[in-house]
């Protein structure tokens, strides 16, 4: 069952997420919009129009949500390759979708931490770099430092 729901849910999402699918529910609001003044704009044709896209739209909530919860995991499990495949990356992070808020926070905390010194230490590099070309370009033109 759960995979023939999967299946669905798939291609209920694509189909909904399809232009004509979008062109279709346009239209059919608009056969629903001219009917209106045939109908006296009764409490029943509204019903009509509130009812529906109620029904779709309760429906459509678990079908997407099922889709997206499949290619997150997907993505993650791609993701959990990558980490895993790496030599030098923290297989630690393979679990990071399942830690809490606080744990989250100080992971990225310990990140940003890193970059900042990696961005430190490129700054340095760059000036070493930039001084080096500076003297060896001073010394080959003849002057001396």
């Not at 509130?50 to 993505?75: H, Y």
Request: charged share 20%; aromatic share 10%; no cysteine.
């Amino acid at each position: 069952m759960g995979r023939w729901f999967a299946h669905f849910a798939t291609r209920a999402s694509a189909f909904a997420g399809h232009y004509v699918t979008f062109l279709a529910a346009l239209a059919l609001i608009l056969v629903w919009a001219v009917t209106g003044p045939i109908f006296g704009f009764s409490e029943t044709w509204q019903l009509y129009i509130n009812t529906g896209t109620t029904i779709v739209t309760f429906l459509m909530v678990f079908l997407i949500q099922n889709t997206q919860n499949r290619d997150a995991l997907a993505m993650h499990l791609k993701l959990d390759e990558l980490i895993r495949a790496m030599h030098d990356a923290d297989n630690a992070m393979i679990r990071a979708e399942d830690e809490t808020d606080e744990e989250l926070a100080a992971l990225k905390q310990q990140y940003e931490a890193l970059s900042t010194k990696h961005d430190a230490l490129t700054s340095r590099l760059e000036e070493q770099t930039t001084g080096r070309q500076t003297q060896a370009s001073a010394e080959s033109s003849g002057g001396t430092r």
